[in-house]
């Protein structure tokens, strides 16, 4: 069955698909000798597809890892500025992984891998319906009623944020212990949220994305989801 380019190259696990729209877009693609112009081009799979003249990874079965990310690391491939990333960090013997979308530098937790771009691209829309969860050290006073508004969702410096449910674990002062729990992952969004209710971030750990927790993993610590589980969980949204 066809399926578009960038699709079957993410299922092959060598990026992600929005990458591979942009490899295309480079002209870094060629099937069958010739180079691929539009990302909206169609293969079957049987054809002699290379990038940058060698042949994608063999397709295997998809798979799926929880990474306690630790603070300090970078959530991509390559930096510019050489410091230190996920992919460099992860222990000998993983397989190319994908991140399910990003922690960034100052955050921790779970961090979701797999070998299938196609499966992280699906995983991470908002439409899924998969909350994430926080749990988050603040500093500042704590005005409740902000707080319980959030839940209606809010525009922060003119962009807008879904409903962010905020619960408050333990307070002493002006620290405080939230658990935060949203249904979307937009770039810096809890602590920018806290921020507008003249809260300041000083730890954040994702707990859980979905039905995967975070649980008993320790600092750079990976872990694989058996198979059964993630048919399980995944079986009735996603094709693997």
Known sequence: MAERIAKFMARSGVCS????????????????????????FNVEGTEKILLDGEKLPQMDDTRLWLYYKPVGLLTTH??????????????????????????????????????NGELSRKLELPENGWSRRYKVKVHG?????????????????????????????????????L?????????????KLMKSVGLDVARLIRLSYGPFQLGSLKKGEVREVHQKVLREQLGSKFKL
Do not use: C, H
Not at 17 to 36: F, M, S
Not at 148 to 155: I, V
């Open 17 to 40: 698909r929005r990458d591979a729209e942009e490899l295309i877009r480079q002209k870094r693609v060629t099937v069958n000798g010739e180079i691929v112009e539009t990302p909206a």
């Open 179 to 191: 658990i935060v729990t949203l249904n979307e992952g937009k770039n810096r969004e809890i602590r």
């Open 141 to 177: 006073f704590l005005d409740k009623k902000k707080l319980a508004a959030l839940s209606q969702g809010t525009t922060v410096d003119g962009i807008n944020y879904g409903p962010v449910k905020v619960e408050i674990e333990t307070e002493k002062g002006t620290n405080a212990w």
């Open 78 to 115: 390559k930096d510019t500025q050489d410091r230190q990333t996920v992919f460099a960090n992860l222990p000998a013997g993983m397989p190319r992984v994908i991140s399910v979308g990003r922690l960034d530098l100052n955050s921790e937790g779970l961090l979701l891998l797999t070998n």
